[in-house]
């Protein structure tokens, strides 16, 4: 396999340390909030990568950290006036039921912060006493970036522009504002009850430790892939590199993989700018779990995707084409007619498909190879392919959605849209509007959607029916 591995900004082949046994790590949520679908291309670029390992043979350990202590879980919990773990529990639910829905396979390790201080406690214990890390008149702990003089190699930062030692507190900060940054931050009243002991007095551990001493604890010192959204490239990363090379005196990562953003108008979706979506809300409008997973692993994760509601509905009509022409091919008639045929394209198509997932997740050509054999599916049956040249296909379309993972070739039962939450008259209208539309009698049907439109809300006719959505 080849990946584009940001460290070099080349395009690499993949030498795993033990190929026996891929040792993957993602940055995982910070559960203060539901992930919006933004976050959740990334973690279905990672869900890609880690099935099309596993589909060329490797076996994956695939670590994904829980940031449950930081500035925004203390300082969303004391808004909501909930202890910090009963305000994170709620979402780390949410995240897990989101990614079931989302198709998503399951990580082997979710380890959480809150319950890994002492790693990370011990991590900096080393940083300080190999001379990287200082605690400053301020209490809290800071590593210094001069004493690691490949900091900036992942993010390419211009050194020279480097302002020594100006010292930063927050986790998230620009290129432009590149300085010692903490590892341990001491305890101040926005805090509130969040605190741990340490050498050092109260307080909590900085973001990036987390990713550095719990990835040590799980893959070991030098692992073989780590990924993120382009953003988590700096600081996150880049202090990361830092923290475990530092520590450890070895290199951290071979192959760094980020993917490109979700927009929504051009604009990067985030919580930040209020342009989001998050998995419930398509749901409200009537969208699966399904649906949304094909629209945001449809394009390379190294270019942009802009989202919109269309891609969804296009997504829908896509995957509706499948379900029928599988339900097609396992009513063939029993035989063995175009058998050789079917056999050499599924073969054909197998080949396509493997050097695309190989080739940098290249998923436009895993696609073609998709809609390669669905045409050549189509002609086989209308040329009278029987059953056991049909099986060979639909083991094909099996196989594919070993990455895909919604191709649903043995679902009998279609998810069903979510339910809609609409007040009972809004619920009445829709039936009668359906009524008059079997009784033919449009005008009223139409009249009846414009006094729904009055109401603020829509009705979408889906394959399982009308459903009521709201403006
Ligand atoms: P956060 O909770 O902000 O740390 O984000 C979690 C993950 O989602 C990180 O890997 C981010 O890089 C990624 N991410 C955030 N926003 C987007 C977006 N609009 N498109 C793609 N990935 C994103
Ligand atoms: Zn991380």
């Keep these: 396999m080849k990946f584009f591995n940001t460290m070099g900004r080349a395009v690499e082949e993949f030498n795993p340390i033990n190929p026996a046994e891929v040792g993957l ?44 202590v930081d ?25 897990f039921e989101d990614l079931d829905k989302l198709r998503i396979e399951r990580a082997d390790v979710y380890p959480e912060a809150t319950t890994h201080i002492p790693e990370m406690i011990r991590t900096i214990q080393t940083l300080i006493e190999k001379g990287y890390a200082y605690q400053s008149d301020d209490k809290c702990v800071y ?6 003089p490949e900091y900036g190699k992942l993010a390419k930062i211009d ?46 551990p900085g973001w990036h430790i987390e990713c550095s001493a719990m990835s040590m604890k799980y ?63 398509l749901e409200a409008k009537g969208y699966t779990g399904r649906e949304v997973r094909w629209v945001l692993i449809g394009t390379h994760y190294r270019a942009k995707l802009n989202f919109s509601i269309g891609a969804l509905d296009a997504a829908r009509a896509a995957l509706a084409k499948f379900d029928t022409l599988f339900a097609r091919l396992k009513a063939a008639p029993a035989g063995d007619a ?33 809609f390669v054999l669905v045409k050549t599916a189509g002609r086989l049956l209308a040329e009278g392919v029987q059953a056991s040249g049909a099986k060979v296909l639909l083991d094909q379309f099996r196989d594919f959605d070993r990455v895909f993972g919604a191709l649903d070739v043995d679902v009998e039962k279609k998810e069903e849209a979510p339910a809609v939450d609409a007040p009972a008259e809004v619920l009445e209208l829709v039936a009668a509007r359906t009524e008059a539309k079997k009784a033919k009698d449009f005008a009223k049907a139409d009249a009846i959607r414009d006094q729904l439109k009055e109401m603020g809300w829509s009705v979408v006719d889906k394959p399982t029916g009308p459903v009521p959505v709201k403006l």
Excluded at 71 to 95: C, E, G, H, M, V
Aim: glycine share 6%; aromatic share 12%; proline share 2%.
């Design 25 to 68: 790590y993602t940055c995982g949520p910070t559960v203060y909030n539901f992930a919006h679908i933004g976050n959740f291309r990334a973690y279905l670029f990672e869900d890609i990568l880690k099935r099309s390992l596993e589909y060329n043979g490797y076996k994956v350990k695939h670590v994904m950290n829980l940031t449950d």
């Design 71 to 95: 500035d925004k879980t203390i300082r969303d919990s004391q808004a909501a006036k909930i202890p910090l773990n009963d305000f994170t529990a709620k979402y780390k639910k949410a995240f």
């Design 143 to 148: 590593f210094s970036i001069d004493k690691f």
């Design 159 to 204: 050194r020279e522009n480097q302002r020594a030692g100006v010292r930063i507190n927050t986790d998230e900060y620009a290129k432009d504002s590149v300085a010692d940054f903490a590892l341990w931050k001491a305890w101040d009243e926005k805090d509130g009850d969040v605190k741990w002991d340490s050498p050092w007095g109260e307080g909590r």
């Design 219 to 281: 893959l070991g010192k030098t692992f073989d892939i780590h990924t993120g959204g382009v953003d988590n490239m700096f600081p996150h990363h880049e202090d990361e590199i830092a923290q475990s090379e530092s520590a450890n005196g070895c290199r951290f990562v071979n192959y760094w993989l980020h993917c490109e953003h979700l927009t929504i108008d051009k604009k990067k979706m985030s919580k930040s700018l209020g342009n989001f979506y998050t998995l419930r809300d």
């Design 338 to 370: 175009l058998l050789a045929e079917a056999t050499a394209a599924a073969a054909a198509g197998k080949a396509d498909f493997t050097a695309a997932v190989s080739e940098d997740l290249n998923i436009s050509k895993a696609l073609s190879a998709l």
